[in-house]
């Protein structure tokens, strides 16, 4: 009995790709194993197959087996040998292998020509001695969830079946509805599509539930958003599913995530599948789901089996497990395809698709679920790093967060909030994504003033941080407002030498310098220094960050001898008490010899460069965003600045390290957009635009009023105007020249003189140089 065809049953590339692998399998390849997850369609392509075969005439002998035990293929063999050799029907054993012996080539006799489907093998292990001799006549089909190396090996191929394409399940579900008189907009139509992620099941049991209830598409999708809603009764009930299904998707899952929790190491796939289940499903980075949170909720597994006694559940809690055992468990979720697991790409090493994911947060209590959510965002602190290096993984793990908070942001907040919270904002603003960082910043500091109340530390953390990137934004003014504003409110419920209330105020004094009143934040700094050194010793480490922004406000204000000066100060205080290599250490070093370098000793600027340079290589490495800013000033000071290799080389650095949006990217793009429109307009040209091309990713990213913007648009009309003067002078000098090769002749020593004088300046100006006149 092959199953009846699926209503809407959709002509997909899956069945293109099926035939061409059956049928151009010569020898080589006479089984093909068709694997996926639960509900893509791998049971549908199969029967369309062998139901065109047999139509067509393309075989003799059609056998279909339902493969869900060992007992159930003996049983389809044994009844094939009934009906086709007339066997013994009371040794079913000897009859299903009578069956396969039949199929066994002949040279005696004509060949039939057989073709044998497998229908969803449960067990590899099953099939062991059941698989169909190798024939030229003959093909095998096998449908499976799994997909160890035992399914493959001679004469075996591996197909994995999909998802439906977007058209794909954009044209089922229209077909689906059409059927039964009903249309929907074809927007809502993608739209439900996506949200179901093409899983052609999802579909088949969304489009009957839709028409059984009357909904609109438009109203599903609304019931879909609601978390408080089980996906279970957004589905028909089990005697109304369509193309005679006989269980739920949830149902179908969880029976495969029984057998993954079945594989060694015993009782870790069920809970690996329900922490990936928060994340996102796009990807989930190795680091994640090997870190000790990770670690230390696989301890709390389950019995596998139905006796759940206390005594069991201390043995298996007490158990150690590994990141090898992790692996290991999703290693048996991949067998089982409830995820895909590709070790290759570690920072998207695990993919779980959206529902199995949602079917999966069904099985928990509420209390469970709120657990799970804080566990997976404990997983994502403990794989963020420290200094985001790698652009690739920051990312991947902003996404796990988002993913994280869309499903259960409320748990994020219980008892309080999540450092999670405050690690992807951050994130975001240190990417360059600052007018992304403004906006979550923005909803935090709502969310957490309407979980906690205004006077919560964390709603004033959140208010805290959305003027930081305020400020860092290029509103310098609008951030010393907000930090006085939250200065205010502090003041009401913690005492004034709070060390909350000292950096805020540190915070309102840099973005009044920031803004324009250098002398107003050197006086605040003066009077914050003087109320912290009240209760705080003169080396502790707050009192120096203190003292180096009033070295630097010093130095904003136009004495830049007196920041070197005050910043030497600060380092041999700072040197008593901390290593030459310590990250504060280092900042202090840096600005030193940047103040240097400003007060007029470049040599020297650049000697104490290379040095903290070298240690900076040495402590955080060469993609530290410290390190490649110090490469520019290095570059600066030598006088490299107008070597380009030496200026795309750090660009190329901050490409792959910070993103093609990161200010300091997008500033250093303009300097070199600069310096090659420059170059045209020394030529002549009049049409240079690369550093147009550049602002207005600047203006994209950072907003019109950024301090990077308002800087190159200054210094790219500043150097239009000097290339126009310089153009202007050398048609001077060119006129002059021919007027003594008129009246002195072109040999004449002042003549030769102007003309040499002419050719160096073009050399020097990057203009072309006529060698021959030189």
């Known amino acids: 009995m092959l199953p009846p065809r699926a209503l809407s049953f959709q002509h997909r590339s899956a069945v293109d790709q099926l035939r061409t692998a059956v049928d151009s399998g010569g020898t080589a390849v006479l089984s093909q194993v068709l694997t996926g997850t639960g509900g893509v369609g791998k049971t549908q392509l199969a029967a369309d197959y062998a139901r065109t075969a047999w139509d067509c005439g393309g075989v003799d002998v059609l056998v279909w087996i339902s493969a869900s035990s060992r007992s159930a293929i003996t049983a389809g063999y044994a009844q094939a040998g009934i009906e086709v050799l007339a066997a013994d029907p009371s040794n079913p054993e000897q009859a299903a292998r009578a069956f396969l012996a039949w199929l066994e080539p002949k040279t005696s006799q004509k060949p039939c020509r057989w073709l044998v489907v497998l229908d969803d093998l449960a067990d590899p292990a099953d099939i062991r001695g ?49 059927a039964h008189n009903r249309h929907e907009p074809t927007d809502q139509i993608d739209s439900l599509a996506a949200d179901l992620g093409y899983l052609p099941v999802a579909l088949a049991q969304a489009a009957a539930y839709i028409i059984d209830t009357n909904l609109a598409c438009a109203s599903y999708r609304e019931l879909l958003t609601y978390r408080i809603r089980k996906l279970a009764d957004l589905l028909p009930e089990p005697d109304a599913l369509p193309d005679d299904q006989t269980v739920t998707m949830a149902a179908t899952w969880s029976l495969s995530i029984e057998r ?17 289940a928060f994340l996102d499903p796009n990807g989930i980075p190795a680091t994640v789901l090997t870190s000790q949170p990770a670690l230390a909720h696989l301890r709390r597994r389950t019995p596998i089996d139905n006796t759940n006694t206390h005594q069991l559940a201390r043995v298996l809690a007490s158990a150690q497990v590994s990141a090898k055992d992790a692996v290991l468990a999703l290693r ?75 499903t259960a942001e409320d748990a994020l907040y219980r008892p309080n909030a999540h450092k999670v919270l405050d690690h992807t904002g951050n994130s975001l603003g240190e990417s360059g994504q600052i007018t992304a960082a403004i906006s979550y910043y923005h909803h935090l500091a709502a969310t957490t003033r309407s979980h906690f109340g205004p006077d919560h530390p964390a709603a004033l953390s959140a208010r805290g941080n959305l003027a930081l990137w305020q400020g860092r934004a290029g509103d310098a003014a609008g951030a010393a407002d907000a930090f006085e504003e939250l200065l205010e409110d502090m003041l009401r ?9 000292f950096t805020v105020r540190g915070n309102i004094a840099a973005w009044r310098g920031q803004a324009g009143d250098v002398a107003g934040a050197a006086d605040a700094f003066e009077e914050l220094l003087e109320d912290m050194l009240q209760v705080l010793r003169p080396d502790h480490p707050r009192i120096f960050t203190v003292r180096g922004n009033m070295a630097r406000s010093r130095g904003q204000a136009g004495d830049a001898a007196g920041a070197a000066d005050a910043f030497e100060e600060l380092l041999e205080d700072m040197l008593r008490v901390l290593r030459p290599d310590h990250p504060d250490t280092l900042a202090t070093r840096r600005d030193l010899a940047r103040w240097r370098g400003e007060a007029g000793d470049a040599a020297g600027a650049a000697v104490a460069t290379e040095e903290v340079l070298e240690d900076m290589l040495r402590v955080v490495g060469p993609d530290h965003p410290d390190t490649l800013i110090l490469r520019g000033d290095l570059a600066r000071w030598r006088g490299e600045t107008g070597d380009a290799d030496v200026i795309t080389q750090l660009l ?20 070199l957009a600069m310096r090659s429109d420059l170059a045209r307009w020394r030529r002549g040209a009049e049409d240079a635009d690369a550093t147009e091309a550049v602002l207005e990713d600047m203006l994209r990213v950072l907003g ?33 020249l021919a007027q003594l090769v008129r009246e002195l002749g072109s040999d004449h020593p002042d003549t030769l003189t102007l003309r040499n004088y002419i050719a160096q300046v073009r050399r020097k100006a990057g203009m072309d140089v006529d060698e021959s006149t030189d």
């Open 260 to 276: 993954a929790n079945q594989i060694r190491p015993a009782g870790l796939a069920r809970p690996m599948l329900q922490l990936a």
């Open 130 to 178: 059941w698989w169909p001799p190798t024939s030229r006549h003959g093909r095998a089909l096998v449908t499976t969830r799994r997909r160890e190396a035992a399914l493959t090996g001679t004469g075996r191929r591996l197909v994995t079946v999909g998802l439906f394409t977007p058209q794909e399940a954009a044209a089922y579900f229209t077909a689906a509805l059409a």
């Open 332 to 406: 048996a979720l991949h067998r089982l395809s409830l995820i895909d697991h590709t070790p290759d790409t570690p920072h998207q090493a695990v993919r779980v698709h959206q529902l199995i994911q949602r079917a999966t947060r069904d099985t928990l209590t509420p209390d469970q679920h709120d657990q799970l959510a804080r566990t997976a965002a404990n997983t994502l602190t403990a794989a963020w790093p420290t200094i985001e290096r790698d652009t690739t993984l920051t990312q991947a793990l902003r996404a796990n967060a988002t993913a994280l908070t869309r």
């Open 652 to 671: 190329e650095d901050m490409l792959r390290v910070r993103g093609p949006d990161h200010p300091d990217t997008l500033f250093l793009r303009a300097e």
């Open 704 to 736: 019109p009023d950024h301090p990077h913007i308002l800087a190159t648009r200054k210094a790219h009309t500043s150097l239009r105007a000097l290339a126009r003067e310089l153009a202007d002078a050398m048609a001077e000098l060119e006129e002059l």
């Open 493 to 501: 419920v913690l005492r004034p030498d709070h060390p909350r209330i």
